[in-house]
């Protein structure tokens, strides 16, 4: 069994390939396994055994016992077209009088996040509409076609070359409230056991694996708490509809939830993230944007976040849970900045100059938390002189003229702590 031809594919992660894949034992009927070593551990990729499908060898999957959802597609299609996308190879298919649908083959996956997505949200032409999966990965993934909307991506590059800002912000804050209204329908499927130590390590394993010469860690707030996230979430999986003018409405957009495929493959997510790690992720897609400049990013970030609070749980988007000393946001666009070097390395792609950026000042970062940490830590002598003062004055430790002084101590923290708060990193 030789291995399929597809190095040159946008989904293979050719550049973390350490040694020649060999084939497998276990597949799904129709598919071929591969191992593929990693320069850090092996996976397992998926292929169909006689190459991409034609129509008639398609329509035969539909006999497969892991199908799931809605596939009626596989019988009704009448013509197939294949192209190349981000996760896998991606089929055309007319359906006739059930419309254009679309095929997705995940070569790489997991632990089956599209599926996981898609029954978490219900009815939804935004998700996948059925799909195969195999022991927990997802194989294949059917969707509705919705090739005619543009991304938020390329609406927001398009307002900003037009120097239509006021839109730009309108969009944007939009883009917000969607992922915020996403977050508060998993509300109920949050874990609130804190594993800070373990987000703790996926840090340390993606400064391992990228080779990084930075170290960050958080204690993460209490209100921190892990949830179903989306885990690819960017203004390219933001569909903007039109206006009865066929022109994109900026207050209707919707989130695309796509499966994990090969980056869920290349660093698997073992515990549930906060919401924070997908805002993170927004504000990651905004710095790629093309045109504009760094004022401009920065308040697009802010009406990114004004618009995910808005509709985000009160809990997971309150000061408590955004306080950059804890983590917040931060932490985890440091995870998302990570996660960039590890993709541009496995696919040989060259590393965004903005991703060099933000790992260039990691250092002052921390530097001037750390600054503020001795601002707290000012506060906190500050109260106990003053718990000092009146225990030594009301027990006659000391006369109430040597204890006054140090009650006086507490005139300061209340400015210090105002102060601390005041040197964290914003949250946008």
């Not at 598919?31 to 055994?49: A, I, K, R, Y």
């Not at 707030?221 to 390219?236: A, D």
């Not at 209340?414 to 708060?421: G, H, I, K, N, T």
Request: glycine share 8%; aromatic share 10%.
């Amino acid at each position: 069994m030789e291995f399929p031809d597809v190095a040159g594919e946008p989904w293979f992660p050719r550049g973390a390939v350490s040694t020649n894949p060999v084939p497998s034992e276990h597949a799904p009927v129709g598919f071929s396994s591969f191992e593929v070593p990693l320069s850090w551990t092996t996976t397992v990729m998926l292929w169909p055994n006689a190459g991409l499908p034609n129509l008639e060898v398609l329509q035969t999957w539909s006999e497969s016992e892991d199908l799931w959802g809605d596939v009626t597609c596989l019988q009704s299609a009448t013509s197939l077209d294949w192209t190349s996308g981000s996760l896998g190879p991606i089929g055309k298919m007319d359906c006739g009088r059930d419309g254009i649908w679309r095929i997705e083959i995940l070569p790489f996956d997991y632990d089956g996040h599209g599926r996981r997505l898609s029954e978490h949200i219900g009815s939804n032409p935004y998700v996948a509409q059925g799909g195969l999966q195999w022991r927990g990965r997802d194989v294949l993934l059917f969707w509705r076609d919705l090739g005619a909307w543009p991304s938020a991506a390329d609406v927001l590059e398009s307002l900003i070359e037009s120097e239509k800002l006021d839109d730009a912000r309108i969009l944007i804050e939009e883009c917000g409230r969607a992922l915020g209204r996403f977050h508060l329908s998993t509300v109920e499927v949050a874990d609130p056991t804190k594993v800070a130590k373990r987000w703790n390590e996926r840090l340390k394993v993606l400064e391992e694996r990228t080779k990084s010469s930075t170290l960050w860690r958080a204690p993460h707030g209490r209100r921190t708490v892990g949830t179903l996230t989306h885990r690819n979430f960017s203004l390219r999986n933001i569909v903007v509809l039109n206006d009865i003018h066929s022109k994109p409405n900026l207050e209707d957009v919707h989130i695309l939830f796509p499966g994990d495929g090969v980056y869920g493959a290349l660093i698997p997510l073992e515990h549930r993230a906060p919401a924070l790690q997908d805002l993170a992720a927004g504000y990651r897609s905004i710095e790629r944007i093309e045109g504009g400049t760094s004022g401009m990013r920065i308040e697009l970030r802010r009406c990114f976040l004004d618009g995910w609070r808005s509709t985000a749980p009160p809990r997971w988007a309150s000061d408590d849970a955004l306080d950059s000393h804890k983590g917040g946001v931060p932490i985890w666009e440091y995870e998302q900045v990570l996660k960039e070097v590890l993709y541009a390395h496995a696919f040989d792609d060259e590393i965004d100059p903005r991703t060099h950026w933000f790992l260039n000042h990691v250092d002052r970062i921390q530097a001037g938390m750390f600054r503020a940490r001795t601002i707290a830590a000012g506060a906190l002598t500050c109260t106990a002189l003053l718990g000092f003062g009146i225990y030594a004055g009301v027990t006659e430790l000391l006369e109430w003229s040597d204890s006054i002084p140090l009650m006086l101590c507490g005139l300061a923290v209340l400015p210090l702590r105002q102060l601390y708060r005041s040197l964290a990193p914003p949250p946008y």
